[in-house]
T-cell receptor, first 112, second 110 residues
């Protein structure tokens, strides 16, 4: 089944540790996005990529980094996790930056 | 001011009621608009696109008012299964400016 896959589904992480959230899509979409969703704050864009090889900063990029080595994968890395990064993280993709987004199932991250 | 604003609700309506949500946007460069539905603790799912001429999909009608910079979603004959959070988004072609509203929570009561 075509779609967008995130891993892990959930994770508990000690503060100060690093972690990479994985995101893979098989729809050959050009654009990919990482959002975090916190209660009362809605979806906030962390980083995005318009096409393979390019990335850009969103609304809340601090403490996160991304790479886009190929079309399919868009990993999000937390170099040194802090409790304020406890959130639900959604990866999304779209054919173009004018197309609707398709979301992965999300990763629930708790930083203790 | 947020680029996209929604009334967070909650909207509690009886089954069979008609309910409408509005979403205002500040980026006049936004070209495409969409409504998403999000169930508790799950990913947002595309509900429908919004066109200037208005569009209808069964019990759902979406409209765009560019002059006043808002989009609307009308749900007729509400079902229990319509209970969810509804998110609007305006897309300008710039991924950096792709902003979702915070969502409107709808609960349909039996």
């Amino acid at each position: 089944t075509a779609g967008i896959t995130q891993a892990p589904t959930s994770q508990i992480l000690a503060a100060g540790r690093s972690m990479t959230l994985r995101c893979t899509q098989d729809m050959r979409h050009n654009a990919m996005y990482w959002y975090r969703q916190d209660l009362g704050l809605g979806l906030r864009l962390i980083h995005y990529s318009n096409t393979a090889g390019t990335t850009g900063k969103g609304e809340v990029p601090d403490g996160y980094s991304v790479s886009r080595a190929n079309t399919d994968d868009f990993p999000l890395t937390l170099a040194s996790a802090v409790p304020s990064q406890t959130s639900v993280y959604f990866c999304a993709s779209s054919d173009t930056t004018k197309s609707p987004l398709h979301f992965g199932n999300g990763t629930r991250l708790t930083v203790t | 001011r947020k680029e996209v604003e929604q009334d967070p609700g909650p909207f509690n309506v009886p089954e069979g009621a008609t309910v409408a949500f509005n979403c205002t946007y500040s980026n006049s460069a936004s070209q495409s608009f969409f409504w998403y539905r999000q169930d508790c603790r799950k990913e947002p799912k595309l509900l429908m696109s919004v066109y200037s001429s208005g569009n209808e999909d069964g019990r759902f009608t979406a409209q765009l008012n560019r002059a006043s910079q808002y989009i609307s979603l009308l749900i007729r004959d509400s079902k229990l299964s319509d209970s969810a959070t509804y998110l609007c988004v305006g897309i300008s072609g710039s991924a950096r400016q792709l902003t979702f509203g915070s969502g409107t929570q709808l609960t349909v009561l039996p």
